[in-house]
């Protein structure tokens, strides 16, 4: 018998650090990457025999949460089954993954972000530890990008559809400003092919967060040809008002946004937590809105306490417009939808890949068995 049996004779896996996914993530293939883990999961979903065959699935189970005394550990693992890369490409490609996070509240006194972690992808046919990458970035760009989909599908396609020249502009809220704040804030500016951003309206509950981010937000006006206008707000309902799109990105226990603060015909992207995920709204503005959620496991654990019409995943809304069968599930014309963002495995399955796959390409080598 080979003295190597039963021994580990692979390389070691690959480690990407943070400036390195910062140089190899751009907004629009995670776009990609993110469509195809929120379809994978919702093609997964159906009955076996309605699932599409041309469409990715994937394997999620809820993740768990180990508490710690000063803050919690995230184990997200996933599977994501024939995924493509890249749009329109031909090649597909299945990942095996698990993102280990932890959310400390207080690590911003000591100077470090409260959310850290890492991706883990396994080689998908041998189980082997391929490669490390760290997951602050790319927890913050993937979280954005869950949320520019969900807001794509459900609120600007549809108005892009009716608006007579096909484009639409929007005035952002953007509730915290913290790290995810930020990060939608830029993903936002970064993606106007989807809609042009007129004004951008910013609370945080310590204002200096708030005007730091405004700054920034005029340095990426000048990077991106923008023209729009910044505004610090003193109030959560400063900031909602006459706001088409929101994002919600505290920590916060207890409700920020009330249904009076905002328009008839909204979009919220609800993606922090307190103690519960579904914290920042007030429950006036769930009673009068249509909920989407990006997996339906997650959400079965995660918004138990949730009181209000859920009405599916954002991946069967992205399946229903592509192939066209059944009712679609987009929301009502004049209606409010709040997307209800957990965050899940799959997300960070299909990003992880694309960090590593642009890692291999750009160090011309193939590091697999
Ligand atoms: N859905 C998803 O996929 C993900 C969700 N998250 C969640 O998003 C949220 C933000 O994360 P992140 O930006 O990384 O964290 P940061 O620590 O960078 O920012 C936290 C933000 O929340 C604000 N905040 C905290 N407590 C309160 C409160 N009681 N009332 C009002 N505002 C409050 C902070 O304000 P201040 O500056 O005053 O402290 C700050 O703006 C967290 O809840 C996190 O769990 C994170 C990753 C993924
Ligand atoms: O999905 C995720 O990575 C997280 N959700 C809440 C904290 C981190």
Known sequence: MSRNVGTNKRLRP????????KQLLDWHEARHAIEQAFVAVSNQSREPGARYGDQPVSSQPARTFVQAEGGVLLCMPGFVGQHQLTSGSDERTSTLACKLITSFRKNASVGLPSINGEVFVFSS???????????????????????????DHLFLRPARASAPDG???????????????????????????????????????????????????????????????????DT???????????VTATGSGEPLVYRSFLKQKVHINAVGAGEYHHAELAQDVYDDCQVYIDHWEGARKELATLRSNIVGEVGEVILRESHPKGASLLPK????????????????VTVGRLVYEKHLKAHDRSDRD
């Not at 690959?14 to 996914?21: C, K, R, S, T």
């Not at 930020?182 to 310590?206: K, P």
């Not at 959560?236 to 929101?246: P, T």
């Open 167 to 233: 484009m639409v502009s929007i005035q952002l809220g953007i509730v915290g400003c913290g790290f995810q704040g930020m990060m939608h804030a830029v993903g936002f500016v970064r993606t106007q092919s989807m809609a042009r951003v007129r004004t951008i309206r910013l609370w945080n509950r310590t204002p200096a967060r708030a005007a730091q981010l405004k700054e920034l937000l005029i340095e990426e006006r000048k990077k991106t040809d923008s023209n729009y206008s910044v505004f610090v707000c």
């Open 333 to 348: 014309p004049d209606g409010m939808s709040v997307f209800q963002s957990l965050g899940m495995a799959s997300e960070d």
């Open 125 to 151: 046919t041998t189980g082997k530890l391929e490669a490390i990458v760290e997951a602050n970035y790319l927890t913050g760009i993937r979280t954005a990008t869950a949320s520019l989909v969900a807001t």
């Open 14 to 21: 690959v480690f990407i650090d943070e400036d390195l996914v």
């Open 236 to 246: 959560v309902e400063d900031c909602c008002r006459d706001c088409d799109v929101i």
